[in-house]
């Protein structure tokens, strides 16, 4: 062994340097038991390392996606199956009625299986956000069978409800089987969950770009090459393997877009962002009200509060079909948005977002993605059809603002403008509108933040992890060393300073440090720079705790969320 790997085994051991030669004997090649952490420090510094990621990153995206295609194909099978029985039982009180006590059958199925398996209630995207984080351990065959069958059967009930959430989380869960498969150690096992979520996003929207950067913006939180290689190898393996099967048609077609909009219109994207922004706030408000209603009931749960929502479903297939499941049928009546009448906009944006509120509010198994979506839609028709109307603005421009509709309440929802923008490029597929695009979403994102109400699947994440501490699952952590990569960022608090004269948390260890290509064994008197790639071991059983002291202290003086002199998070 060189002094410079043995160097690195020594801070991985928490020992001193120069006794690592002597340490190393007969141990070089265990990869279990106490001196796992050496063969985990030794395959993250490898060469072959990158490679491993990429193919590793494939087997995800083959199985994630294959999973994520089942998942759409029954989705389907049961939307039509839906639609020809309430469409026979239309004016029949009697078959009526029967839909009515099947509904009722479909409860106690999705509460049971709910029972079974507690975590896959909701869309599954804060599962999998508390999963990367390492705080829970989601048993994978478990969530991969109940999520499954219970939103099959929910598309079946005409909830409505999106196939996105679940099939993030089906495809995390494909990634974490792979690791188990794979036998990698906890810190790869997070990274093929987010790969996993990509495989899962692409499959569903089919949209690589948008999987890719859903995974790193919204789930992991950090950008890294090696994240980014994997994560893209399964987002784009998953999305081959779905248009082999579906075909390579979008999920959703933005139809009739125009050029983009010239200059002197910009003033309407800009009002448009803040309305919108307002109205993600408005979203979220709502759904966390509903929510906060919902825990009222207390009494045989789940089944009284997922009760509400298939009853409601039920009603609704009588009265207003095109609110069922997450809306197909409304984007078939936009595609031509200035030819609905500005009432019927307004009745289907409100129709559909109060019923997707009940919904989803309930706990039922089933994410509001592809619902907000079609509620961007809505929402950039009827913006556009108000601007035609008031403004004179030309009718052939309304389907742009449809398109600006889905990327900024997109942005003032989920808090994710990045993402937002490239999904309207790959539903579009035209980038004449990214200026466009790109100006509404920060709006929308700036405004949205400045009312004060939460991003909406942060706030899911901070209640699942409220409510789960004494979950022994969450508590049962082990000894097992654990690798994180941190970027130094720009201003940040340990910028310039010596690796000495840095507050490491309690049982952190800088294990080596990238610089412009080059790695660099860390000693005392080294001096961090910008942009900065460290490899940081720590133990499991602090891992949660390390990982935020140490986000907080690489994070760039530009982030507005964070002072730069004390990382003290600032009063909202």
């Not at 559909?352 to 809505?378: D, E, N, Q, R, W």
Request: proline share 5%; hydrophobic share 45%; glycine share 12%.
């Amino acid at each position: 062994m060189n002094k410079t790997t043995a160097a690195l085994y020594a801070l991985a051991d928490d020992k001193d340097p120069r006794m690592a030669e002597k340490d190393d004997q007969g141990t070089k090649d265990k990869a279990t038991g106490p001196f796992a952490h050496r063969a985990a420090v030794a395959h993250r510094l490898h060469r072959g390392f990158q490679l491993d990621l990429v193919v590793e990153g494939a087997l995800v995206g083959l199985m994630g996606g294959g999973v994520v295609t089942l998942y759409r194909m029954a989705l389907s099978a049961a939307e039509r199956t839906l639609r020809s029985l309430t469409g026979m039982a239309m004016g029949q009180p009697l078959l009526m009625a029967l839909w009515f006590a099947f509904l009722g059958l479909l409860v106690l199925v999705v509460g049971r299986l709910m029972l079974w398996e507690p975590y896959t209630q909701g869309s599954g995207i804060p599962q999998v956000d508390a999963e990367v984080m390492g705080r829970i351990d989601m048993p994978w065959y478990r969530v991969l069978g109940a999520k499954f069958v219970e939103g099959t059967l929910c598309a079946l009930g005409g909830l409505s409800l999106g196939r996105e959430g679940p099939s993030v989380q089906l495809g995390g869960m494909s990634g974490k089987a792979v690791s188990r498969l794979l036998h990698r150690n906890r810190g790869e096992e997070r990274l093929l969950v987010t790969c996993g979520a990509a495989a899962g996003m692409s499959a569903a929207f089919h949209a690589p770009l948008t999987g890719v950067l859903f995974a790193v913006e919204e789930i992991h939180k950090q950008f890294t090459a090696p994240l980014i290689v994997s994560v893209m190898c399964s987002s784009v393996v998953s999305d081959f393997l779905v248009s082999q099967v579906l075909g390579v048609k979008p999920v959703l077609t933005l139809a009739g877009f125009a050029h983009d909009l010239p200059h002197a219109y910009y003033l309407y994207v800009l009002v448009m962002g803040v309305f919108c922004g307002a109205m993600g706030a408005l979203h979220n408000r709502g759904m966390f009200g509903c929510q906060r209603l919902y825990e009222k009931i207390d009494w045989q749960l789940p089944y009284a509060r997922l009760a509400v929502p298939f009853a409601l479903a039920g009603v609704m297939a009588f009265t207003a079909p095109q609110l069922m499941c997450g809306g197909d049928a409304i984007m078939e009546l936009i595609e031509k948005p200035g030819t609905l009448p500005l009432l019927t906009i307004v009745a289907l944006l409100v129709g559909k977002y109060l019923f997707t509120t009940v919904s989803f509010a309930s706990g039922a198994p089933g994410g509001t993605l592809f619902p907000l979506v079609i509620m961007g839609m809505l929402v950039g028709g009827l913006y556009g059809v108000l601007c035609v109307h008031l403004t004179g603005l030309s009718g052939t421009y309304v389907p742009n603002f449809v398109a600006l509709g889905v990327a900024a309440l997109f942005a003032g929802v989920v808090r994710a403008p990045v993402t937002a923008v490239v999904l309207v490029f790959e539903l579009t597929g035209s980038l004449d509108a990214l200026l466009s695009v790109s100006v509404v979403s920060i709006v929308a994102y700036v405004t949205a933040n400045l009312l004060g109400v939460d991003p909406f699947y942060e706030h899911l994440l901070a209640k699942l992890l409220g409510t789960t501490p004494d979950d022994p699952q969450v508590n049962g952590r082990t000894d097992e060393k654990i690798l994180h990569s941190y970027n130094v960022g720009t201003g940040s608090r340990v910028e310039g300073k010596l690796i000495r004269d840095i507050p490491w948390p309690d049982g952190a260890r800088v294990v080596t440090i990238e610089r412009a290509g080059d790695e660099i064994v860390p000693t005392g008197t080294t001096r961090l720079m910008a942009l900065d790639v460290l490899l940081v071991i720590m133990g499991d059983e602090v891992s949660d705790d390390v990982d935020l002291k140490l986000r907080q202290m690489f994070r760039p003086a530009i982030d507005s969320n964070w002072t730069p002199t004390d990382g003290s998070r600032r009063q909202e």
